[in-house]
């Protein structure tokens, strides 16, 4: 499974943003689909997860409120919506994939290059 993250870039803050990743390859039902990120200077932090099976969303404390994760499976895609940006949410944005046993800040098998998010203030 390759991972092809898109949608980053440079927003004011208050914006809005929404991030998509495609799975490549064979891809399974089981499947949970995700994102990471990581700040400059801070470690990797989980963000959302999904799973393909029953579109079941999952968050972490930092994106419970602004951040909406969704899958479209007819398009085999996964989107973030980030919605009221702070500049504190700038980070590279990592497209994940796999059956982690907790879902939440779960090891994921596969990961995607990363999409950069910096927000200006």
């Known amino acids: 499974v390759q991972l092809q993250a898109s949608g980053g870039g440079l927003v004011q803050a208050g914006g809005s943003l929404r991030l998509s990743c495609a799975p490549s390859?064979?891809?399974?039902?089981?499947?949970?689909m995700g994102w990471y990120r990581q700040a400059p200077g801070k470690e990797r932090e989980f963000v959302a997860a999904?799973?393909?099976?029953?579109?079941?969303?999952y968050y972490g404390d930092s994106a419970k409120g602004r951040f909406t994760i969704s899958g479209d499976n007819a398009k085999n895609t996964v989107y973030l919506q980030i919605d009221s940006l702070k500049p504190e949410d700038t980070a590279v944005y990592y497209c994940?994939?796999?059956?982690?046993?907790?879902?939440?800040?779960?090891?994921?098998?596969?990961w995607g290059q990363g999409t950069l998010v910096t927000v200006s203030s």
């Open positions: 994940v994939a796999g059956w982690p046993t907790t879902v939440v800040g779960g090891s994921y098998f596969y």
């Open positions: 390859g064979r891809t399974f039902s089981s499947l949970v």
């Open positions: 999904i799973r393909w099976s029953n579109d079941s969303p």
